[in-house]
């Protein structure tokens, strides 16, 4: 099964900046390459949320409460998404998690990303 790995989570001071990792290992280059990539966050007790996408091409989209802070990219060559993060606020707390935009693949754990006040 089709698994991702997602990494580079931490504790920080708001303000400041955190760059996440998401990996494809087994997944097939070409497939990657045909996927609409995001990165999703849930926050303690809420349902799970569209953070960015981004296409092959690296046409982008962001979620209202991101946009401006956080930038989405992907290296095609190394199935990689990345997402960085700056000017973090407490309420970017979350599980980071990356999938498709159709989230057909297999979640991976995740990574804790927390902002202190």
């Known amino acids: 099964q089709v698994q991702l790995v997602e990494s580079g989570g931490g504790l920080v001071q708001a303000g400041g900046s955190l760059r996440l990792t998401c990996t494809a290992p087994r997944l097939i280059t070409s497939t990657f390459n045909s996927k609409i990539m995001a990165w999703y966050r849930q926050a303690p007790g809420k349902q799970r949320e569209l953070v960015a996408t981004v296409t092959r091409l690296s046409n982008t989209n962001y979620a209202d409460s991101v946009k401006g802070r956080f930038t989405i990219s992907r290296d095609n060559s190394k199935k990689k998404v990345y997402l960085q993060m700056n000017s973090l606020k407490p309420e970017d707390t979350a599980v980071y998690y990356c999938?498709?935009?159709?989230?057909?693949?297999?979640w991976g754990q995740g990574t804790q990303v927390t902002v202190s006040s």
């Open positions: 999938n498709s935009n159709t989230q057909e693949l297999a």
